[in-house]
């Protein structure tokens, strides 16, 4: 049926869908943190409204409301409809170039200031399903390498991978904006939409556009129209610094960049 099918012994299959094996994890989190029912919802409508400022959005819903999400059909407790990505067509090219082809360039590029990929098996004892090893190690990393200490303040937009709209406050712990148990709070707080302290996805993100294949990639092509001011109606004034993030399978491959408007120093 789906990737994350595993023929586990003496275990029937999971024939649900990728929702389907993400629901339980999402409840493993309410019940982690105590976060209210409402938080998937204020995500969706977030990124769906973000969506209507971007031409290239695949959904484009200019009567979406909080409402309109939290009555959609339950697909998966507590995933709702309206709370999920659609299946989109599309496509996404970048050109990746050195400092030489940066100064021919016709317009400002994105600098590459720190990039990982990390991976963990699927399954394993101990594997945190709500906060993945891979993710955090592959987060600390590039910023490691960017020389950043306290993302939450050094970096100015998030281009995230939220196929289902819990997962924003999920990965918001995952890679360091939030203490653990407290991503929902700053969901809750508006600190993650257009005009907040950390804008996450103005782009619609995964909940608006979802070309299987080039999703993870338009992470990183949205991160650095952000630094490059060259984002259209979903620009943050002022981006210097975005972080694009991708993952995959049963949430165990993570890839990320951090680019920026100006050239890393070594």
Not at 5 to 13: D, T
Not at 41 to 52: C, I, M, S
Not at 55 to 60: C, D, G, N, V
Request: charged share 20%; aromatic share 10%; glycine share 10%.
């Amino acid at each position: 049926m789906w990737g994350l099918s595993l023929p586990v012994p003496f275990q029937q299959p999971l024939l649900a869908g990728a929702g389907g094996f993400f629901a339980p994890h999402v409840r493993a989190y309410i019940r982690r943190t105590g976060a209210p029912a409402t938080t998937g919802a204020l995500v969706a409508l977030k990124d769906r409204r973000n969506a209507l400022r971007n031409p290239y959005a695949h959904l484009h819903e200019h009567d979406i409301t909080l409402e309109k999400v939290r009555s959609s059909p339950m697909l998966w407790d507590p995933i709702r409809y309206a709370e999920t990505c659609p299946s989109s067509d599309g496509a996404c090219a970048m050109v990746l170039t050195d400092r030489a082809g940066a100064a021919r360039a016709p317009h400002r590029p994105a600098w590459l200031h720190g990039g990982a990929m990390r991976s963990e098996p699927t399954l394993f004892p101990g594997k945190d399903f709500v906060s993945p090893r891979a993710g955090r190690d592959c987060a600390a990393d590039v910023y490691r390498q960017a020389g950043v200490t306290d993302p939450r303040r050094q970096i100015d937009v998030v281009e995230m991978y939220v196929p289902f709209s819990w997962y924003e406050p999920m990965w918001l712990e995952n890679l360091g904006f939030a203490a653990e148990g407290e991503g929902w709070k700053l969901t809750e707080s508006g600190a993650t939409a257009l005009d907040g302290e950390l804008p996450v996805n103005p782009s619609g993100g995964v909940l608006s556009t979802n070309p299987i294949g080039a999703s993870g990639m338009l992470r990183f092509a949205e991160a650095a129209l952000q630094v490059r001011g060259r984002a259209g109606e979903h620009q943050i004034p002022g981006a210097r610094t975005a972080l694009g993030h991708a993952y995959g399978g049963g949430a165990q491959f993570f890839s990320m960049w951090l680019v920026a408007d100006r050239p890393p120093t070594a």
